[in-house]
């Protein structure tokens, strides 16, 4: 491993790439110092002073920056480490939590994480669009280098945040960082940590195409700077964390946890009944009863109640984003909870949404996941262009079958509920294919596959894991088991997950955080029916992927931006999103 003290300076789009070693190093009792000089023409010099340290396997660096002399334009200063010249880019897999994990296949051409930042052999991501300032990589021989930043701020301003790609910006007032990784152009891997945060936007680029005789597009770079002026000083740290992983997920797992530790993301307090009663009040009231048809709309304005300008809007629907079963199962605990008049009209409006759902919508095969308040008719979502998903009822479905045990425990009987639900993972059991997985969507109302894509087999493990608890036939177990091998064997070997947002066609099937806690659940049904603990241990290869999709470090929102305009609030904590 080399270190080099890195300088990009621009100026009317001149860009330069300036870099040096250390003129001098200091021992001292907590580590080394060490000063360089960066020379930017006749009148400007960087100097850097960087503080190492070693505490066990991290290697720390506390890093100024100061700017002797005036110039136009702007300057980011980084901390780059690099690898030994025989080491080559497809020789490491990336990792970057909630963007890249390894395998580029379901990420997309024109993400951070995606093919063609991995074809130009650059990878830049701000801080900021990470849930932890982390950037890892992990070798062919088990060892790992993880990038840190062990004190993150992420300042910035209105206009940066609203800024379109391609543009140049320049503002002593930006805290935000970005890690990544380079082929050098001498051999070998660089990687580390800069300020302010460049980085390469492909997705402003889709009008060009990509050719792949030719590679990737040149990307529309966010360019950020701090002003090259007289005094101007930069401060931060870098930590990297070195140490033998062994498999990807293991880094994945490892280099997450040592970021939490040094972190140490902050619990917010806060009345847990109040906020589970004032919302179960605000969902209850979202609940509309139209033309004998109840259910929640999909797009409503929470505020004023009124149902949005879409086409989709008026519809109730099953699982994914709309959950209308599963809101209605949230209302029947309540009510239980509250047996006075509050949790009675709450049980009322909870019966109402599953029986017309259950009177308007076919099961086998299903002929749609959801209906319009107004008409009763079926309506799917814009987003389903002519499919119908095996999530939306899946998810929902479980929720039903275990309100129903839940609701025969107490004394009350649904059998309509078990029926219709049976309907459903009857049909489904007949789609299931020889390597036990289930097509991703179907033609609504028909066994006709439209997308055969197996990304979406982690719903199926858990209804018919408690189809088999409820009737106590085998074949339930059965499928749901082959589900989970597939599962495992297609996924969970490699340690990352994906399919989650059904939103999409199978080319567009991404890696993302539902898909890992999706099949951390199948792995979960499937250990509480068998008791085998292989299934236990998958089970926490999901979920160490699923965590490190949770926020845990505070994204300030700039700090000149009109709070009314922000979605998210100024000052309100984003560890735990």
């Not at 066609?505 to 085998?532: N, P, Q, W």
């Not at 949770?550 to 700090?559: E, G, T, Y």
Request: proline share 6%; glycine share 8%.
């Amino acid at each position: 491993i080399f270190t080099k003290e890195a300088v990009e300076t621009y100026s009317k789009d001149d860009i330069r790439q300036l870099a040096s070693g250390y003129r001098s190093l200091e021992t001292t009792a907590g580590g080394v110092i060490a000063h360089a000089e960066i020379a930017y023409g006749p009148e400007v010099t960087f100097h850097i002073e960087d503080r190492w340290k070693v505490n066990g396997a991290v290697l720390s660096v506390q890093r100024t920056v100061e700017v002797a002399g005036n110039a136009s334009g702007g300057f980011y200063s980084a901390v780059l480490l690099s690898t030994e010249p025989s080491v080559t880019w497809t020789d490491i897999d990336y990792l970057a939590p909630a963007l890249l994990y390894g395998d580029i296949a379901r990420n997309g051409d024109r993400t951070p994480g995606g093919k063609f930042n991995y074809a130009a052999r650059h990878y830049g991501m701000r801080e900021d669009w990470m849930p932890a300032p982390l950037f890892t990589l992990s070798f062919e021989d088990g060892n790992s280098v993880a990038v840190l930043n062990p004190s993150p701020r992420g300042d910035t301003t209105a206009a940066e945040s609203h800024s379109a790609a391609g543009t140049v910006m320049i503002d002593e007032r930006y805290q935000f960082g970005a890690l990544g990784a380079s082929e050098a152009a001498s051999g070998g891997v660089e990687f580390g940590y800069w300020l302010p945060g460049s980085a390469p936007d492909y997705a402003s680029v889709r009008s060009q195409g990509y050719a792949p005789r030719t590679g990737p597009p040149d990307p529309a770079w966010r360019r950020r700077y701090h002003p090259i002026k007289q005094g101007l000083t930069q401060r931060y740290e870098v930590a990297f964390r070195f140490a033998r992983d062994g498999r990807f997920s293991d880094a994945t797992r490892n280099t997450w946890r040592w970021a939490w530790q040094t972190l140490k993301p902050a619990v917010a307090p806060m009345d847990v009944e109040l906020v589970r009663r004032t919302l179960l009040d605000h969902l209850a009231d979202r609940v509309m009863t139209i033309n004998g048809n109840t259910g929640i709309p999909y797009l409503v304005d929470t505020r004023t109640g009124k149902i949005q300008d879409r086409m989709d809007a008026s519809r109730a629907a099953m699982g994914f984003c709309a959950k209308n079963i599963e809101a209605a199962d949230q209302l029947l605990r309540e009510a239980d909870r509250d047996p006075g008049p509050r949790g009675q009209r709450m049980r009322q409006l909870a019966l109402a949404i599953i029986d017309t759902f259950i009177r308007l919508i076919p099961m086998s095969p299903p002929a749609g996941d959801g209906f319009d308040l107004f008409t009763g008719a079926l309506a799917p979502a814009v987003w389903s262009v002519g499919q119908q998903f095996i999530r939306p009822p899946a998810e929902d479905l479980l929720v039903l079958v275990n309100a129903y045990h839940r609701e025969r425990n107490l004394g009350r009987e649904h059998p309509e509920w078990l029926r219709w639900s049976r309907e459903f993972a009857d049909w489904l059991i007949a789609q299931q294919r020889p390597d036990g997985s289930f097509p991703r969507s179907w033609k609504p109302g028909t066994s006709e596959v439209v997308n055969p894509d197996g990304s979406a087999t982690y719903v199926a493990p858990p209804l018919l894991v408690a189809m088999h608890r409820e009737t106590g036939e085998q074949r339930y177990l059965d499928a749901a088991v082959r589900a989970g091998e597939y599962l495992w064997a297609t996924d969970g070997t490699r340690g990352l997950f994906h399919g989650g947002s059904i939103d999409a066609s199978s080319i567009e099937v991404v890696t993302d955080g539902e898909g890992g806690h999706l099949s951390m659940l199948a792995f979960l049904s499937l250990y509480e029916a068998t008791k085998r603990p292989e299934w236990l241990e998958r089970a926490k290869v999901a979920a160490d992927y699923t965590e490190s999709w949770v926020w845990i470090w505070n994204v300030p929102m700039p700090a000149d931006e009109n709070d009314e305009a922000l979605h998210w609030k100024k000052g309100v904590p984003t560890v735990g999103v």
